[in-house]
């Protein structure tokens, strides 16, 4: 009795050694990898939407563009250079007589004409800008001035007769801008001084009209100097360049000449002696040479310009 129930006892126990044996041998990780999505899916997922997708997006950024030279963000210096192109201008003063040495005034034929011709030149600039609002500007331009005039002689034969000289003109302009982004307005008023730099020249009238005439007189022109009103309105244009800020200014401008005298007397000097060089001894009676003086009554004209501004 004792030994079937030993025998029952070693075969329960064989029966659930080889259940657990079974159950340990089952393979759990088929059933993970079964799983086509999971696996997969994680794995590459990860490694090439990571590093593709960060690496060309980063990479791809264009370079920042340079910053633009400027010494300070309160002001700011131009230099550049500048062509102007325009007109001069004198009108006929109201009082055409000459005084005689007594002090009576003598008519004098033909009368003291209406000068205009062409003012032409080039130069340099230096531009002071303060808070991209306004500034002073400094021009140093070298300029021929010409003006031509009709003489009428005895009323029946005309004559051209032309007086210039060159000069520099220095303008001293201050100034107002408008800031904008590509084209900015500017204004400006200053005095503007004129320095001659040529000499007397004798000019012969060309006859226009009439039968053939000789003139008696010699005629000559005389340089002057002059400080001027000058005044006037333009644009200054930005070009997008990268590192250096380049500029295109573009004006009008006036000039008067507030010393232009409206007597005839003042506006030219008269020989009655042998001509020569500044000779006003005007007699009263006979005239050799007339000298008409440059200093112009009014300027007109446009300028064009290149700068670069630190």
């Known amino acids: 009795m004792k030994l079937e129930l030993c025998l029952s006892s070693l075969a ?3 029966l659930l050694s080889g259940s657990a044996l079974g159950e340990t041998y089952v393979p759990a990780a088929p059933a993970v990898n079964a799983s086509p999505g999971t696996g997969p899916a994680t794995g590459p997922a990860t490694g090439p939407a990571t590093g593709p997708a960060t690496g060309p997006a980063t990479g791809g950024t ?5 910053e633009r030279m400027r010494l300070s963000e309160h002001f700011s210096i131009g230099l550049g250079g500048i062509f102007a192109g325009g007109g001069n201008f004198f009108d006929k003063p109201g009082e055409q007589t000459l005084p005689a040495p007594n002090g009576t005034p003598v008519i004098v034929t033909p009368e003291y004409p209406g000068f205009a011709g062409t003012a032409i030149g080039g130069g340099g600039f230096i531009d002071l800008r303060i808070m991209d609002w306004g500034g002073v500007e400094f021009d140093v331009i070298h300029q021929t001035d010409k003006g031509t005039a009709e003489l009428t002689i005895n009323n029946i034969a005309k004559f051209d ?3 210039e000289q060159s000069a520099l003109h220095l303008p001293l302009l201050f100034k107002l801008v408008i800031p904008a982004t590509i084209a900015q307005p500017m204004f400006f ?7 001659p730099t040529s000499e007397r020249t004798v000019t012969v009238p060309t006859q226009t009209s009439g039968p053939a005439a000789a003139f008696a007189n010699t005629y ?3 340089p002057e100097g002059a400080t001027r009103v000058m005044f006037g309105f333009g644009f200054e244009f930005k070009l997008p360049t990268p590192a250096i ?3 295109i200014p573009f004006t009008l401008r006036g000039s008067y000449n507030p010393g232009v005298s409206d007597k005839r007397k003042d506006r030219q000097n008269t020989c009655s002696s042998a001509p020569a060089p500044g000779c006003n001894d005007f007699n009263g009676m006979s005239v050799t040479q007339i000298e008409f003086k440059t200093d112009f009554q009014w300027q007109a004209g446009a300028t064009l310009g290149l700068s670069v501004h630190f």
Do not use: Q
């Open 189 to 195: 008023v200053g005095p503007e001084f004129v320095v």
């Open 161 to 163: 007769v032309k007086i």
């Open 245 to 247: 800020d380049v500029r």
């Open 220 to 222: 000559a022109s005389t």
């Open 62 to 66: 264009e370079p920042a563009a340079p």
């Open 12 to 14: 329960i126990a064989s």
